[in-house]
């Protein structure tokens, strides 16, 4: 396909279909007929030999594909206006955007809420698209299909950006009645903590937490007997066993609350950790994309630091 012999149009139009999921509303955005816009529709399908939308039980959505194609077009529209038209400023009150970020349920549980609560009153029509942030989350922002990357880091490739966000520690989450910890006086030692039965979380599946490197440079190691990438299951595992799950201090105290659980420093010595924000060098001049990620990092500031 060569990409002179593609009606650039039908990119436009094929943004506000998968914007608007339907062909009336597309039309009304367009302030188009609806039969140029099913037309449209029509040749879209021809063009990239794929129904685009398709009818469900919950209305037309997108197929795979599509869902594929819609970050890509929407920045290449994004900066080919910005382009044009290149002292214009972003107005987030009507700006339509949509944002994929990679994160974890731990800080997106933490940090989501937050900036949703303020998209919803400074740009009511920027969709985010969260997903959980795997292995392959950088190379997933350098081609294209993601926008952040909110997580701890490591090394990043020189052409990435990063901010810091806010900062946290590990704490244990324990019921309040397990009996170990009632012997020992509602203390949590090191013996006690050895004794038990443990929940890791691990984004990898692999490699050992940071409690188990302290605990091997002692020459020391615990049990595991259940891992998993998830920061929500830990909660009712322990709440309803004797195991124990070491977690950064800001959800456990959450979910500390609602389970009647206790939380704990460890019972070794642990520096803080950081969770940052992190994009590519193809987004950093986009006028949405620095619109957003500013915001998020000033609502991780003024509420989590």
């Not at 944002?99 to 974890?104: H, P, S």
């Amino acid at each position: 396909m060569n990409i002179r012999d593609i009606d650039l149009n039908l990119l436009v139009f094929l943004d506000a279909l998968l914007r608007e999921r339907s062909v009336t509303k597309a039309a009304q955005a367009m302030d188009i007929s609806q039969p140029a816009m099913s037309n449209a529709l029509r040749r879209l399908r021809t063009l990239l030999g794929d129904p685009v939308l398709v009818r469900t039980a919950g209305g037309m959505q997108p197929t795979a594909r599509a869902e594929q194609l819609h970050r890509p077009v929407r920045n290449a529209l994004s900066q080919m206006e910005a382009a044009i038209a290149p002292n214009r400023a972003f107005e987030p009150e009507t700006a339509h955007r949509l944002f994929t970020i990679l994160i974890t349920d731990y800080a997106a549980s933490v940090l989501m809420p937050r900036v949703v609560g303020v998209l919803e009153q400074e740009a009511p029509n920027i969709a985010l698209n969260i997903l959980s942030a795997g292995s392959d989350a950088i190379d997933q922002i350098e081609r294209g299909e993601a926008d952040f990357l909110v997580n701890r880091f490591g090394k990043l490739p020189a052409n990435f950006h990063q901010q810091r966000l806010w900062s946290d520690r590990l704490a244990c989450l324990i019921r309040k009645d397990h009996p170990a910890l009632v012997a020992a006086g509602g203390e949590l030692t090191l013996e006690t903590f050895l004794a038990q039965k443990h929940v890791l979380i691990t984004q990898t599946g692999v490699g050992l937490s940071r409690i188990d490197e302290e605990l091997a440079d002692r020459g020391l190691a615990r049990e595991i007997s259940v891992l998993t990438r998830h920061y929500q299951l830990p909660r009712e595992l322990v709440a309803n066993s004797n195991m124990i799950v070491a977690l950064p201090a800001r959800i456990a105290r959450y979910q500390a609350r609602h389970l009647g659980l206790a939380v704990l420093d460890p019972p070794v010595e642990l520096a803080e950790f950081h969770i940052g924000i992190a994009w590519g060098a193809l987004d950093h001049h986009d006028l949405a994309h620095r619109w957003l990620r500013e915001r998020i990092i000033a609502i991780a500031r003024e509420t989590l630091s």
